[in-house]
């Protein structure tokens, strides 16, 4: 093989991760290309609910050096995020190559090999920028293959005018349940329940029209405990103690867990008032579903909505991709993000954390750190 069939930098994903990835290493003179199995930028935004907003402010949810248009609210809808997505690749006429979808990355005498669309490149540096919120998951909870009732995922939502006279219940208090617990308790639905095994870290998105997110910098500069005390304060100043209400506490401080196990602190635009208010109820989490419909409880108890939607989070699909490099934990979220990992030099993965500040503000972060790795390696 001539030194010329090896690229210098293969990107994996067309995303805000990859993108940022790809425009930082051209600023530093560093070629890339963008392998994108999508046909355009931005497909997971497009396919996300017609009511998402971002639970992050705009400011802190940019590409770099471009900035939401003028009169883009403090939290952009899904198609003010494709939109922007879209200006950021055009504008930098950036090396996507669309409906390449990536099958495998391996190891092959010092360099990366990626597996595209049955053909073998090579490179010396792969970054991995495929999304942590790739395959939406379910636990396998038990009777729910012969439930006779529907049984969806936060990512099918669909809109919440959709559930106009039908009951609902939510499983998780994360982040996704509450996202569609705002936007469902403003339609016309009927009775909503939210199962809940843990309690949720969860802010207000904005206190007296104030966006919080605004505040992000300074939480996120804060050691865990002292962060923990901020979060959990500004909760219980904003709703007191939610177990009057039925929802159990949280199993610990909302930074901690994001920092330690990945979990995303929920945002809240009215769905815990409407707990408080009974237009919510919260019950136990889930034991089992049943073939005529039936949902059973952890207490015992029994309803019937006329949809579930398991608010469960995501899996990044990483396991077939790089599994046998031992760079994953046991939930296949990659070790390192930001970075590479020292039993994959030159393997780097970013965008599969949540942050504070934001992910889309983490991964502009991460790219231009991956550059300068990339460009001081040796590998180069
Ligand atoms: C419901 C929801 C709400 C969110 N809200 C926010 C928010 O308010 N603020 C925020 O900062 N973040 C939010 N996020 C996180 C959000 O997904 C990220 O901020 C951002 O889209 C992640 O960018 P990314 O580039 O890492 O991944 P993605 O945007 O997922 O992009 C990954 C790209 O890689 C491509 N790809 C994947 N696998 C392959 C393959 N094998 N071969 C080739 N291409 C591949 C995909 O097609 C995609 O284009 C939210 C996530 C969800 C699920």
């Known amino acids: 093989m001539s030194s010329t069939d090896v690229e210098r930098v293969i990107v994996i994903g067309a995303g805000p991760a990859g993108m940022a990835t790809s425009h930082a290493l051209g600023k530093i003179g560093v070629a890339s290309v963008i392998l994108e199995q999508e046909a355009r930028i931005g497909e997971p935004w497009r396919r996300r609910h017609k009511n998402i907003t971002l639970n992050t402010h705009r400011n802190f949810s940019a590409m770099p050096g471009l900035a939401f248009p003028k009169g883009t609210p403090a939290f952009p809808g899904r198609d003010a995020v494709v939109d922007h997505l879209m200006a950021f690749g055009k504008h ?68 919440a005018n959709d559930y106009a006279g039908k009951s609902v219940l939510v499983i998780g208090a994360g982040n996704s349940g509450f996202d569609l617990l705002n936007h469902l308790i403003r339609a016309k639905t009927g009775q909503l329940w939210l199962a809940a095994r843990n309690g949720p870290s969860i802010l207000p998105k904005r206190i007296a029209n104030v966006a919080v997110h605004m505040f992000s910098p300074v939480t996120n500069a804060l050691p865990n405990w002292l962060a923990d005390a901020v979060v959990g304060t500004t909760q219980r100043l904003m709703w007191g103690d939610m177990t009057r209400y039925g929802m159990p506490k949280a199993p610990g401080g909302g930074v901690s867990r994001l920092r330690s196990d990945y979990t995303a602190i929920a945002a809240d635009d009215g769905a815990m008032n409407a707990i408080k208010a009974g237009r919510i109820k919260v019950v136990p989490t889930v034991r089992e579903f049943r073939p005529d419909g039936a949902v059973v409880l952890d207490d015992g108890q029994t309803i019937r909505p006329d949809v579930t939607i398991a608010g469960t989070g995501y899996r990044t699909g990483l396991d077939g991709l790089v599994g046998e490099y031992g760079v994953l934990d046991e939930r296949g979220f990659p070790l390192v993000n930001g970075s590479d990992h020292p039993n994959a030099p030159g393997l780097w993965f970013l965008g599969m954390r949540p942050n504070l500040r934001g992910c889309f503000y983490a991964a502009v972060q991460q790219a231009g750190e991956i550059a300068k790795g990339i460009s001081r390696s040796r590998r180069l």
């Open 92 to 159: 930098h006429r950036l090396p996507i190559e669309y409906g390449v979808t990536v099958d495998t990355i391996s190891r092959e005498d010092g360099l990366w090999a990626v597996r595209a669309n049955g053909a073998k490149r090579l490179a010396r540096d792969v970054v991995v920028a495929t999304g942590r919120d790739k395959h939406p998951y379910m636990p396998e909870w038990k009777g729910a293959k012969e439930f006779g009732g529907r049984l969806i995922h936060a990512a099918d939502f669909g809109q």
